[in-house]
């Protein structure tokens, strides 16, 4: 697979960081202020790893885990860092990629990409 996979929680939330930098990044731009996002990886689980077998990222699933992240010393927090259970994520999504037609704009900038398969999609799985 040439493109990454995207799985994002419906339920639940991805562990991960935030911080306002300050740098030079384009010359031309100058110095700018920008919002920096990352988020927190791990080795994938079993669902995971077949379509992405590199990492997955850490995606908390209780209200008690987010406070964790969010609010415990780092020590603490980065316990969560770890696959969710085989069977805590479900495929809700895949197929064939559909590129919308190619404009000038995009050209320039996907020339060195060719379609392939539409990113498998996952959600967190319901209680039962």
């Not at 384009?26 to 080795?43: R, S």
């Not at 860092?81 to 037609?101: M, N, S, T, Y």
């Amino acid at each position: 697979m040439d493109r990454p996979a995207s799985f994002w929680p419906t339920s639940g939330s991805s562990a991960g960081i935030w911080t306002r930098w300050t740098s030079v990044r384009k010359v031309k731009e100058g110095e700018t202020t920008n919002d920096i996002f990352a988020f927190l990886t791990t080795e994938p689980n079993a669902l995971v790893h077949a379509y992405h077998p590199k990492a997955m990222p850490v995606i908390l699933t209780t209200q008690e885990e987010i406070d964790i992240w969010m609010m415990a010393p780092a020590l603490e927090a980065l316990r969560l860092q770890r696959p969710l259970a085989d069977d805590a994520l479900i495929v809700v999504a895949k197929g064939e990629k559909q590129d919308p037609p190619a404009t000038p704009e995009t050209r320039a900038v996907d020339t060195a990409r060719t379609p392939t398969a539409q990113p498998t999609l996952w959600e967190v799985a319901p209680e039962e």
